[in-house]
């Protein structure tokens, strides 16, 4: 029946089709994520309300289509298609660039002293508060653009440059404007305790955070103006200790948002372990992960969203990629873009990961696509090329990936 009907697009005859996966896994681990699903001299056909309706062999699927419709159709031959990349942790809001701390970092200066000294995150809060909504829009909507167009077409998007419930808001809506209007996937994340805003103790601010940003956010959702979809804490020494972070988190469960925080970044804090008790859906970072948070993560299915970034920027050690996956710890990754690691790229992100982390090709393009969509909850509709999911794809002018 489908197949006599109008359909939006047909890709023919790709050299590979890289699937990722096609038994609509939720995520790859172990063995999953190191051999992945490819068609060869394949095709795939999108509908018109945007679903992948097909994929399968040239043959079969111009046969199954003889008598459809296309609005377009592109010569695939000699071509790679995969998926839209996912990228699963980023800070694209904000107003005031850091360009003179790469300097002072060069110099010798930790990320942390130069936070402990007002720098860092609180230069970009100051900024951010006095910029408008506008004026945080366009840069917003420029970024996005260059992430859509390395090959992104799925992004977590974090508040957290504004601390205080005026400006948390004013860039949750600048978040929300361009789920309306732009042409990428964006999933929003609450970041409010994303440093302790200075004038307040953490307790003061995570009192604030659980009293009246949260309560605000509840109400917005319930009105329909602002839906946000995760809530995030820096859990880190000298900002959120674990307690703090228990709470925040817990609270954001409690209204119906998915926990993805930091953790165990710069210091070993638990925060995998405490992530894995709350039943969070994923942690970034985890340079300083122990031994048992990585096997609690395992067992709780939370996925842990690296960012090679951040170590390359800010000479970290780098989080233990292999041990993650051979535990069967979910791994996905991230851009981290941000004031501090201005990279839009998850290409570049996904060749650090396998230079500077040690993951295989398949490993780092598994976390990039359906982990990453495992990541922010959303591999049911993204993350791989298999009927009934979102139509996001990318052509790659190369006839094969050469995975392994
Ligand atoms: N570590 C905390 N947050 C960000 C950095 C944000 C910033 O420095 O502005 C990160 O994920 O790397
Ligand atoms: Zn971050």
Request: glycine share 8%; with cysteine.
């Amino acid at each position: 029946m489908a197949g006599r009907q109008r359909q939006r697009l047909l890709l023919e005859n790709a050299e590979q089709l890289v699937l990722v996966c096609g038994r609509r896994e939720p995520c790859l681990r172990r063995e999953g994520a190191a051999g992945l699903a490819v068609l060869r001299g394949a095709s795939l056909v999108v509908g018109l309300d945007g679903c992948i309706k097909a994929v399968g062999q040239a043959d079969v699927i111009r046969d199954q289509f003889l008598e459809a419709t296309f609005e377009r159709i592109i010569d695939c031959s000699g071509k790679c298609v995969l998926p839209g990349l996912v990228d699963a942790h980023t800070h694209p809001v904000w107003a005031g660039d850091r360009v003179h701390e790469f300097a002072m970092k060069l110099a010798g200066a930790s990320y942390m002293e130069i936070h402990q000294a007002g720098g860092g995150i609180h230069f970009t809060v100051e900024h951010t508060r006095k910029a408008t909504e506008d004026e945080l829009f366009t840069t917003f909507q420029h970024r996005l653009e260059r992430m859509l167009r390395a090959g992104s077409t799925l992004v977590e998007c974090k508040s957290g440059y504004g601390l205080n419930l005026e400006t948390e808001l004013k860039m949750l809506r600048v978040i929300e404007r361009a789920k309306k209007s732009m042409d990428i996937g964006i999933s929003s994340t609450y970041c409010g305790a994303h440093a302790v805003p200075k004038g307040k103790t953490a307790t003061e601010a995570t009192d604030d955070i659980i009293n009246n940003h949260l309560p605000k956010l509840k109400e917005l959702k319930l009105s329909g103006e602002i839906h946000v979809n995760n809530i995030d804490v820096f859990c880190e020494k000298g900002v959120f200790d674990l307690e703090s972070t228990r709470r925040i988190l817990q609270a954001g469960k409690d209204i119906g948002l998915q926990i993805n925080f930091h953790g165990d970044e710069l210091h070993p804090m638990k925060s995998a372990e405490l992530g894995a008790e709350l039943g969070a859906r994923a942690i970034s970072h985890l340079e300083e992960v122990s031994d048992e948070g990585i096997v609690a993560m395992a067992r709780a299915k939370c996925a842990a969203v690296l960012l090679p970034t951040t170590a390359y920027m800010l000479r970290l050690k780098q989080p233990q990629a292999r041990k993650m996956l051979e535990e069967g710890v979910i791994v996905a990754l991230g851009s981290d873009f941000n004031p501090n690691a201005y990279c839009f790229s998850m290409p570049m992100v996904m060749h650090l990961a396998c230079v500077n982390m040690k993951m295989s090709m398949n490993e780092a393009l598994a976390a990039a696509t359906i982990n990453a969509a495992y990541a922010l909850g959303k591999s049911d509709t993204h993350g791989s090329l298999e009927v009934g999911k979102q139509g996001d794809l990318l052509i790659i002018n190369s006839s094969r990936l050469n995975l392994k």
